[in-house]
């Protein structure tokens, strides 16, 4: 597609629930980035996606959230037992080579009731 | 670790003033540093991307200027306008790893 797309734009679940989000990148982009802005907060890293190379998942906060990406292209980002510190504003970025710039998708925003 | 600075955290100023954005990052071993803006509630737009062996990027009434060596970078604003309200982040890439680093934000605010 033409920019990065996301999905849903927002989700409201309740505490303990499983949640899906999920990127779309542009076509072709190699590199692909998950992160997340708390309420009043900074952009935080959660994850990358290089090609073929296994993931960096050092940003991921807890071992309740996981993320894999099928095919090289979209990516899933899964909460498992969502907690109320979890809501935020899922942003997903993808990039062609690591000196393009990123392009950002418009973000799943998370609310955890 | 990289970490980056923004200041100042907020801005008030008149339009038509011309401004600058402060950025600043600890690890100088990077790809490259975009700038991007944000309004209120969406994603973030890509505004301007300077490589690590370039020294400034201009697109129409941005500038946006890297010294890699010493770790800052500007953004310039000129004659600035009320719809360039909202929060620039700065965020550069590498410094130990591939992910890009943001620092807090400058929310600026451009009056009539």
């Known amino acids: 597609g033409a920019g990065v797309s996301q999905s849903p734009s927002n989700k409201v679940t309740e505490k303990g629930k499983d949640v899906e989000l999920r990127c779309d990148p542009i076509?072709?982009?190699?590199?692909l980035y998950w992160y997340r802005q708390s309420l009043g907060q900074g952009l935080e890293f959660l994850i990358y996606f290089q090609g073929n190379s296994a993931p960096d998942k050092s940003g991921l906060p807890s071992d309740r959230f996981s993320a894999e990406r099928t095919g090289g292209s979209v990516s899933t980002l899964t909460i498992q037992r969502t907690q109320q510190e979890d809501s935020a504003v899922y942003l997903c970025?993808?990039?062609?080579?690591?000196?393009?710039?990123?392009?950002f998708g418009s973000g799943t925003r998370l609310t955890v009731v | 670790k990289q970490e980056v600075t923004q200041i100042p955290a907020a801005l008030s100023v008149p339009e038509g003033e011309n401004l600058v954005l402060n950025c600043s990052f600890t690890d100088s071993a990077i790809y490259n540093l975009q700038w991007f803006r944000q309004d209120p509630g969406k994603g973030l737009t890509s505004l301007l991307l300077i490589q690590s062996s370039q020294r400034e990027q201009t697109s129409g009434r941005l500038n946006a200027s890297l010294d890699k060596s010493s770790g800052r970078s500007t953004l310039y604003i000129a004659a600035s306008q009320p719809g360039d309200s909202a929060t620039y982040l700065c965020a550069p890439r590498g410094g130990g790893g591939n992910k890009l680093t943001f620092g807090t934000g400058t929310q600026l605010k451009v009056e009539l």
């Open positions: 076509s072709g982009h190699t590199a």
């Open positions: 970025a993808s990039s062609l080579a690591l000196t393009p710039g990123y392009t």
